[in-house]
């Protein structure tokens, strides 16, 4: 996997922020699997603490966070659903909200350990 910046300038083509982040969250709620496939997040959570070393990619938003008030944890709570996809059906889902919502935030602080 790799990400390359194609210098593409959103404000010039008149984007909406909502639209970016939208169309991002269509791309990856469509993906057969999720970004962080099911065969890993039992063992991700089973993991979870401060000190574990992710990452993801939207880590340079983050980095705006000044500017554009999206912290790692924000994109983290806009992105988890979509990024892990967990049966909400299930009681341990639900009480494990809060541990994927901080995996992703992990991986968005830990961007340069794995690119």
């Known amino acids: 996997f790799s990400v ?3 210098g593409l300038d959103l404000a010039e083509k ?3 922020v909502n639209a970016v982040a939208g169309a991002m969250k269509s791309f990856f709620s469509e993906l ?3 970004l962080v496939p099911y065969s890993m997040q039992l063992e991700l959570v089973e993991a979870h603490t401060p000190s574990v070393p ?3 990619v939207p880590r ?3 980095q705006q966070h000044r500017v554009n008030l999206m912290t790692s944890e924000n994109l983290s709570i806009c992105f988890w659903p979509t990024l892990m996809r967990p049966d909400f059906s299930t009681m341990d889902a639900l009480t494990a909200t ?3 919502q901080t995996i992703i935030e992990l991986f ?3 961007c340069p ?3």
């Open 14 to 16: 008149d984007f909406t």
């Open 108 to 110: 968005i602080h830990q």
């Open 54 to 56: 992710f990452a993801l």
């Open 98 to 100: 809060r541990t994927y």
């Open 60 to 62: 340079r938003v983050s």
């Open 32 to 34: 057969p699997e999720p």
């Open 4 to 6: 390359a910046d194609h």
């Open 113 to 115: 350990f794995f690119f």
